[in-house]
């Protein structure tokens, strides 16, 4: 079992719809979890982080973590055809603080 | 701040020859990670460097090494490289003290081996 799995996708959906991603983890020593943004060609940009269970909002992104579930989301809202990219979760455990366990990421496709 | 900053961009190679890739960190961040993507694999960690000090290392065999300066620029080096070999190498920079700092991903180094 990967440390990080991630709904493999594709996903597609309309411009101005919500996006969701989805994440699981295995390892309960996991406490903090990121989402980076990858287009094609370029490397992972980060776009947010989440270390308490509960929802975390910045502008139109969402992250939601639900730490006995081992479950990790990212919601966009009002979703771009910017927005197409590869999204990567990733998970760190409070042993290995410069190891961060990425999933195999879902790429989303925003069609106008 | 500058960003993270990786040479070369580009490389190529032949099998059996080797490679050294180097990283600068953003300004006053300790920890340097390397990562390995490939469309089959995706992001594989190699190592993670610390104050000079290997930290963590992944499953990767001994032909991937690195080192990191007292400036907290890394290099990683390959040896003896492979077909397999082939992919973007990234490195990411963090304060690598607490599990909430995050990791800024350099530009990449596409590594391809011929």
């Known amino acids: 079992q990967k440390e990080v799995e991630q709904n493999s996708g594709p996903l597609s959906v309309p411009e101005g719809a919500i996006a969701s991603l989805n994440c699981t983890y295995s390892d309960r020593g996991s406490q903090s979890f990121f989402w980076y943004r990858q287009y094609s060609g370029k490397s992972p940009e980060l776009i947010m982080f989440i270390y308490s269970n509960g929802d975390k909002e910045d502008g139109r992104f969402t992250a939601q973590l639900n730490k006995a579930s081992q479950y990790v989301s990212l919601l966009i809202r009002d979703s771009q055809p910017s927005d197409s990219a590869t999204y990567l979760c990733a998970a760190r455990r409070g042993s290995t603080l410069g190891r961060l366990y990425f999933g195999r990421g879902t790429q989303l496709t925003v069609w106008p | 701040k500058a960003g993270v900053t990786q040479t070369p961009r580009y490389l190529i190679k032949t099998r059996g020859q080797q490679v050294t890739l180097s990283c600068s960190p953003i300004s006053g961040h300790r920890s340097v990670s390397w990562y390995q993507q490939t469309p089959g694999q995706g992001l594989q960690f190699l190592f993670e460097y610390f104050s000079e000090t290997q930290r963590n290392k992944g499953n990767f065999p001994g032909r991937f090494s690195g080192r990191q300066f007292s400036n907290s620029r890394s290099e990683m080096n390959v040896s003896t490289l492979e077909l397999g070999d082939s992919a973007l190498y990234l490195c990411?920079?963090?304060?690598?003290?607490?599990?909430?700092?995050?990791?800024?991903f350099g530009p990449g180094t596409r590594l391809t081996v011929l």
């Open positions: 990411a920079s963090s304060l690598g003290q607490t599990s909430t700092d995050t990791q800024y």
